[in-house]
């Protein structure tokens, strides 16, 4: 746990510290920075009036035990030394200079937005999107609540052994009864319902021993009421070796789930998940759009897929993209790593600007990884922050007026909260025991925090 380090009484002026993104990483450092310096302020800024980042819009919606650590951030945004800067987009309503300018510290907790590409020729063709844009539509993201993207005409590919590609997979096979007491939006729950979907394929470029998917997560995939999940018995290997004892437990528990795949009766349910392994996606053929997906049979050689020579084809109306994202290069941050991160020290880019969470250290990890990890990062600042200069006193005030004068319209926690209220209330009044009934419109979500 951080301590308030002695010296800080003794600096002269207020300490006051902006984190940008209030997502899982962002709100635990932002807890850290104000549990070790209570008289400081922190003011997390959000380009959504909505907190909470992947937590309300990345977290699968079936997945409501998971969404509510939602609980453990609305402490941290109600502490007396935190304020909500949502509506705000760095970059765009403030620059990062700006920030710079008027904060004795800058966290980058901004994540990693951009799906990856796949670079094979058709990539562009309709029906081929990212999982952002997939999940950002079923989690009522405003950015994407109006994508409606077209399911299809029986057969979607997802491209991933990741828990992305999983999650996107679960949540197109589940029932929609399955789904009433989350907070799947209706229109997603209706559109899933009424899509044709027959066959879901998804498919991994390497092996089982290979695949990024959790035991927990995979066996979800076993255990839902209108779909069965099947895998071709001789992709499976006899064992997997692990590096450690404790990945081999993991591994150990995925060959069992899977064997278990292979004996299901693909005939046995509606619909059919087709675990694919050793197939790298060569080209997205179609004409205007997507019909077929070519892939190369690989192998996997000191643990890179090699291709085979042999191709094939799967039939997809909709492919989704699930393999891993990419981070928004911003001005005043030098450049990206790999696209993945930005260029960082243990979370420190520059003298008063760190990253955590994916910013830091790229897509990886589950929420609970980003505790410790924004935890270290504020405790290398708070070693730092005696030579910092202080720019804490009348800050809040600068800066509102600085959004003003741009004609920027900020909302607060207390606004957000409307937004809850709005949420339980129609969850409420649909009767069916919806987690909340998600306001997914800019111009709605506006409209209630202006009220
Ligand atoms: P991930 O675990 O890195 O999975 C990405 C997948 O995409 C891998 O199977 C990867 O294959 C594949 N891939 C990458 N480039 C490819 C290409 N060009 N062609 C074909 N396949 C390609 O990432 P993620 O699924 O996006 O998840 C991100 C993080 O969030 C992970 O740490 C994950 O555990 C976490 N998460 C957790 C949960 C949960 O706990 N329920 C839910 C969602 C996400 P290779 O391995 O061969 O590169």
Redesign the pocket.
Known sequence: MLASPGWYRKTAGMRVFAVVGSGPSGLYATEAIAKALPDAEVHVFDRLPTPYGLVRS???PD?QG?KNVWRVYQRTLQRANVHYFGNIEIGRDLSLDDLREHYDAVFLAVGAPVD?A???PGEDKVGVIG?SQMSGWYNGHPDFSSSSPDLGQGHIAV?????????VVRVLARAADEMLKTDLPAYAREQIARAPITDIHM????GPG?????P??LRELGELSRCVAVVDKTQLPESIVASDPNQQKLKDKILDILRGYSNNDAASKPLRLHIHFYA??REIAGNVRVQELVLDRTRVENGQ?VFTGETFVIPATLVIK????HIRPLAGVPGTVRDICYPNEHGKIADGLFAVGWAKRG?????A?NRQDSIEVVERMLKELESYPSKGDGARVRIETLLQARNVKRTSFADWEKIETAENQRALAEGYGAARVKVTEWSELLALATV
Do not use: C, M, Q, Y
């Open positions: 990345g977290v699968a997945h998971t990856k796949l670079g094979v999982s491209i991933g052994n990741g828990n992305v590609a999983v999650d498919i991994g470029r390497r290979e695949a990024s998917f959790t927990v997560e790298a996606p897929a699930a393999i891993g994202f897509p990886s990890g589950v929420i990884t």
